[in-house]
């Protein structure tokens, strides 16, 4: 290729990483508020999360691209740029899969200690930020690097709105060379540098996070059977 075309797709790889940190953050943010409200002890807010959960869980990530991006403009007179409304679906669609993710390690945590701290007369809030959230939050990390690989894959669908991500600007390279094996592959390696990297860097703070609490990374056969699961494409079952 070209040193045209290589710029080409660096910019691609770019907008792709510009477009996974953003809707990333948006879906940890959605995932815990979700989450936790799904434990919530009112059963009006526990409906109200499980509804969100069914509903962005149930619907395609691609046609909520496509609706935010073409009917929310018509609905509601707002126009997103590409990125913001790549952003808004993604992290709505993979969040709601992450507030089960959240809602299975909380529901995990021994209730002795939940109940220890009822004992000492923390507020719910103290109950969630002491006690629940530091022993479950090492427990998410191994299903919510699969989830973040996930959502990296997912990037590639935005393309169906013009923005020029990586699939995109391989694609443009792809029509310009008329080679589709040597740009499909090199595709297919930028992805996969890129999962392998996001999978060390989480693997790095699982063990942070778990050194504090005597807990091995990994754990054994049976510990890996208690934790919580993904399915599909971030679901988990607690």
Known sequence: MTSGLWELVLKGVWVTIQLLVCSALLGAAVSFVVGVARTHRLWIVRFLAGLYTEVFRGTSALVMIFWVYFVLPIAFGWQLVPLWAG??????????????????????????????????????????RLILLPQAVPEMIPPFSNLLVELLKGTALVSIMGMGDLAFSGNLVRLALQESAEIYTIVLLIYFVIAFLLT????????????????????????????PQTTGVGGAVA
């Open 87 to 128: 952003t808004l679906a993604l992290g709505l669609t993979y969040g709601a899969y992450g507030s089960e993710i959240v809602r299975g390690a909380l529901n995990a945590v021994d209730p002795a200690q939940k109940e220890g701290g009822i004992a000492l007369s923390f507020t719910p809030w103290q109950r969630l």
């Open 200 to 227: 060390r860097g989480m693997r790095g703070l699982e063990r942070k996070l778990k050194a504090g609490t005597g807990k091995p990374v990994g754990g054994t056969p049976d510990q890996e059977l208690d934790r």
